[in-house]
């Protein structure tokens, strides 16, 4: 866990989250590893409600899994997919050379009622990070 913390929010995190510029939001940084490996460097931001204080302990359970155990079942991701290079911070967290790819994907979540619960901008690590497609004919 990078960080933990309630912010206000960007006019670029309301207008995803669809709550006022200034709102208070739940900020999550987390290193993710695989195989003792650093893989991601995963950024979060929630509505404030959504997980109360006392819950946020993320070093035990799943994001997801704690907006389950809150009710929350999403219904709906839509996410991009992308590239570029990495920060040199994200380059350090994830033991690449500065400068390197990183695979990014931002991810805008939604519950079933079709209230936004979640937007996340992630940079995975390119070396250790593959995708696999099929594609079928109509």
Same mark, same amino acid.
């Given at each position: 866990m990078l960080a933990n913390e309630v912010l206000q929010c960007t006019d670029e995190v309301a207008?995803?989250?669809?709550?006022?510029?200034?709102?208070?939001?739940?900020?999550?940084?987390?290193? $993710?590893?695989?195989?003792?490996?650093?893989?991601?460097?995963?950024?979060?931001? !929630?509505?404030?409600?959504? @997980?109360?204080?006392?819950? $946020?302990? !993320?070093?035990?359970?799943?994001?997801?899994?704690?907006?389950?155990?809150?009710?929350?079942? @999403?219904?709906?991701?839509?996410? $991009? @997919?992308?590239?570029?290079?990495?920060?040199?911070?994200?380059?350090t967290l994830l033991g690449e050379r500065h400068g390197s790819p990183v695979i990014t994907i931002d991810r805008a979540t939604h519950d079933d009622s079709g209230r936004a619960v979640e937007w996340g901008r992630h940079a995975y690590r390119s070396s250790q990070y593959s995708y696999e497609v099929t594609l079928v004919a109509h």
């Open positions: 207008a995803v989250l669809a709550v006022r510029p200034g709102s208070n939001v739940l900020y999550l940084r987390r290193l $993710r590893f695989t195989h003792d490996e650093p893989l991601a460097v995963m950024e979060n931001y !929630l509505p404030e409600d959504l @997980i109360p204080l006392g819950e $946020r302990d !993320l070093t035990r359970h799943g994001l997801y899994q704690l907006m389950r155990s809150r009710g929350v079942h @999403i219904r709906v991701a839509k996410q $991009r @997919i992308g590239a570029r290079s990495g920060t040199d911070e994200e380059c």
